[in-house]
């Protein structure tokens, strides 16, 4: 049986690479989006502590492990299985899933804990998924186009799973049980990634484990890049994971309709991302990142003054334009950056970009603590934008002094 890279036709590392983005968004919708927030709110809620600021302090707990481990996890699966390590970290995430859907509110410590067990693993594997775009395609138009395949395949997993939550909640299943499913089926869904992963390995020369000087200009990446990564990502994180409180908390929409809303932004959002893939091979991938950046700007002003369900929805068709469209450009974007060793650059891209993640849940979860609702939040979303907008033409750079150079003179 041939196990060896070019076994596998390209067709087949294609859709394996955008069906994981199919099954992780599902995840991601209802775990870090969704029903999850809205269960774990109210199990705090009910022990005592405020729910909605809980939630932002432990999504940035979790994160922040996640960013110090990610280079760490990078150069690892550079020197051992990728595959391997992968598998495991998706195996984690579903079991920890499973254990913090057996507590109640007397047991809200154990809820924080298996969270941040689970959300650090989940966000580890898009690390290393992340990581094997380097290993499928070739070329910034390949690149572009196969990572933004899989952002806009992994919308339909987004509407399947809240498909699914309309379907489960109509027969009358509680929110414990649907999560239930929902982690079963990220389970089953992340398979066929697994099996076409595990065959795509390279053989990898043994490196130090420790890292170098030149780490950085080795990898041909540099920290003012990176630096940019970790603002943009900034205002993508804050709406995912607090936009159902938004909608729950500010607006008093039930949760029938907010997961209405998000079905409509899933379904918007795959075609309009591919369309924005073919955009930035037309027109450049930068000047299309910025272009989107704009459209975040004012989608986020339309939501901080939205009073009626109207105004959040021309937000959401708004988002819908540029939320996939700017995340799988700025990964091809970076892709397209690495000289070698992909695990260990992409280790440093989720620092960067997951480091993010910290920032902005910590910062809301401050403003929810401190005002009692989400919508100040937009204020300092609007200005990261708008910081992003200016600094983002610096992603276009080709030849910018190495990491070495900006610690010689210091």
């Not at 041939?2 to 596998?8: G, I, K």
């Not at 414990?176 to 992963?197: C, G, T, W």
Request: contains cysteine.
């Amino acid at each position: 049986m041939q196990t060896s890279e070019s076994a596998v036709s390209f067709n087949s590392k294609k859709w394996a690479f955008a069906w994981y983005d199919f099954a992780n968004s599902g995840f991601l919708i209802i775990f870090q989006a969704f029903l999850f927030p809205l269960f774990f709110a109210g199990v705090l809620d009910k022990a005592g502590f405020r729910g909605g600021a809980w939630w932002g302090w432990v999504v940035a707990l979790s994160v922040l492990i996640a960013v110090i481990l990610g280079p760490i996890i990078g150069r690892l699966v550079d020197r051992k299985n990728k595959s391997r390590i992968f598998v495991l970290l998706v195996a984690l995430t579903f079991l920890f899933a499973l254990a913090s859907l057996s507590t109640f509110s007397n047991q809200a410590l154990w809820l924080i804990v298996f969270f941040v067990i689970l959300n650090t693993c989940f966000e580890l594997s898009q690390t290393v998924y992340d990581s094997f775009l380097s290993d499928i395609a070739a070329g910034e138009r390949q690149k572009n186009s196969i990572s933004a395949l899989a952002y806009g395949f992994g919308y339909f997993g987004g509407v399947m799973a809240l498909g699914l939550y309309f379907i489960l909640d109509k027969f009358g299943l509680d929110v414990r049980q649907i999560l239930a499913i929902s982690a079963v089926l990220f389970l089953i869904f992340s398979v066929f990634p697994m099996v076409i992963f595990s065959r795509i390995e390279k053989n990898k020369p043994v490196v130090s484990f420790l890292p170098k000087v030149k780490t950085f200009e080795r990898l041909g990446i540099n920290l003012k890049i990176l630096a940019i990564y970790w603002i943009i990502a900034d205002v993508v994180t804050a709406i995912t994971f607090f936009a159902a409180l938004f909608g729950e908390r500010d607006l008093h929409l039930s949760k029938m309709t907010i997961g209405y809303l998000l079905i409509l932004m899933q379904i918007l959002a795959f075609p309009l991302t591919i369309l924005g893939s073919k955009i930035a091979n037309k027109f450049g991938t930068v000047r299309t990142i910025r272009v989107s950046l704009v459209f975040w700007l004012v989608g986020l002003v339309i939501a901080f003054f939205s009073r009626e369900i109207w105004h959040l929805v021309i937000s959401i068709v708004i988002f819908s334009f540029v939320f996939g469209t700017t995340q799988s450009l700025l990964r091809s974007n970076y892709a397209n950056r690495i000289k070698s060793g992909a695990g260990e650059a992409f280790g440093y891209f989720a620092l960067a970009n997951k480091s993010a993640s910290v920032l902005s849940p910590a910062l809301v979860g401050l403003i929810i603590a401190w005002t009692g609702n989400v919508r100040p939040a937009f204020i300092l979303l609007a200005f990261l934008v708008f910081v992003s907008i200016y600094l983002s033409k610096y992603l276009g750079e080709e030849k910018i002094k190495s990491h070495r150079s900006l610690i010689c003179h210091s």
